[in-house]
């Protein structure tokens, strides 16, 4: 495992401290680049202002479109695949300056968090060149205030590791288009289709058939997010739906917004 001491450097960029204890980085990526799995030393808060990117850690994968934003601890393996051209604009919290803040022990694990607009507001400030050493701190505060949690969030796949779960798991993730049976899984993974429910629900904390919808409801965010030609009728098509409002009611369910609306914001 990697550990990176410095922000990963793949094009150029613009990076600097505050001299408090936080680094920021300005990157931009092209779809199709993927950071590999490595660690920082400090704990980050991971945002794409523009387009759309993919965070894989040991507890599950994320799908990060442009209202979201994912908070990784230090030390924590990750990975991230550029699903569409993005603008990625990262917070680097040294571990002492967390402890310093009293904001480490609610920090100690991963997860994602919905960006308000004063939040997005609040990044972008931030990386203004001309920022005053009070600004900036009065900015970082404002951050760590609106760090919420985006509790059960769509773009999130839990992933299990007990290794039969997994492989099903994986062989619906290459396909979530596809009308996977439980019995027909639960056969290729080499147990029954009882324990195999069983697994899901423990493993991921939700039921097979809510992961299958959780993963095909992803695959459906990072198609808007990197197709721009794909029409909603045609995507409802390809994922199983009897129709466009069956669709769009599923997605409006796990995201707030209906798949036109994400679109737009994308």
Not at 2 to 21: L, M, S, Y
Request: charged share 25%; with cysteine.
């Amino acid at each position: 495992m990697t550990i990176v001491e410095k922000p990963i450097h793949a094009v150029p960029g613009d990076h600097r401290a505050t001299g408090d204890g936080v680094h920021l980085v300005a990157r931009n990526y092209k779809k199709g680049v993927r950071l590999d799995t490595h660690m920082h030393r400090e704990a980050q808060l991971v945002y794409a202002a523009k387009g759309t990117m993919q965070v894989t850690t040991p507890k599950g994968r994320w799908l990060v479109p442009p209202d979201r934003a994912v908070w990784v601890p230090a030390r924590l393996e990750h990975a991230i695949d550029v699903l569409a051209d993005i603008q990625m604009r990262t917070l680097y919290f040294d571990v002492a300056w967390l402890k310093r803040e009293q904001r480490d022990r609610s920090l100690r694990s991963e997860f994602v968090v919905r960006v308000s607009p004063l939040l997005h507001q609040a990044i972008l400030a931030l990386f203004h060149p001309r920022n005053s050493q009070e600004r900036t701190a009065l900015l970082v505060k404002l951050v760590m205030l609106e760090l919420h949690r985006a509790e059960d969030s769509a773009t999130f796949i839990p992933l299990p590791h007990e290794p039969r779960c997994r492989r099903a798991a994986d062989l619906v993730l290459a396909d979530p288009t596809g009308g996977h049976e439980i019995e027909t899984l639960a056969e290729r993974v080499g147990t029954s289709a009882r324990t195999l429910s069983r697994l899901f629900s423990s493993e991921t904390q939700l039921s097979f058939k809510s992961w299958c919808q959780r993963a095909r409801i992803a695959s459906a965010i990072e198609k808007l997010s990197t197709e721009a030609s794909i029409s909603i009728k045609q995507l409802a098509a390809d994922l199983g739906y009897a129709s466009v409002p069956a669709f769009s009611h599923a997605f409006r369910q796990v995201t707030g917004k209906t798949p036109t609306e994400f679109m737009q914001k994308a």
